[in-house]
């Protein structure tokens, strides 16, 4: 209970983080390239509608064709990705770029869905050009996770004892 505590806390902290947003995306220069190359990886979602941009937010569809949601108004971004038939969500930490990987010394992602509800702790993955102690991908199981459906929730993390919270919400989108 206590970790949960520690969590809404951040959440309430840094829920100003969340209000400032990034900046409108510019359609007109989207990347048809990168989205004809993802158009193989259905994971298992109904892809016919929009690029997973939040209302008002300038976010599309990740490098690893996952969700990406704010950490400090542009500093960081978190990119959301499950794979249902592992039961496996990969957060992976990305620059103000929004593409750039951006490792960090962090213990683990607090991931929490709002329905199903669930919570998971994600566990650093570090990927080949992470430098040693710091990570940029985070990975964590859950049974829930099983389900086929658009998942909506926050992703929380600490960088330098800085605690960081974004909001994401998958929605079906085009590739």
Known sequence: MKFTNWILSALLATGALGLTGCKPADTATGDATSAAESAADDHGHDHSGTDHSEAGHGHGVGPHDGTIADWGGGKFHVEFTVDHNKTEATVYVLGGDEKTAAPIAAESIELTIIDP??????????????????????????????????????????????????????????H
């Open 117 to 174: 509800e669930m919570q998971v702790t994600l566990k650093p993955s570090p990927q080949e050009s992470d430098p040693d102690g710091t990570a940029s991908r985070f990975v964590g199981t859950h049974e829930k996770l099983g389900v086929v459906q658009e998942y909506a929730g926050t992703m929380t993390g600490v960088i330098d004892g800085t605690p960081y919270t974004g909001e994401f919400k998958e929605e079906a989108h085009t």
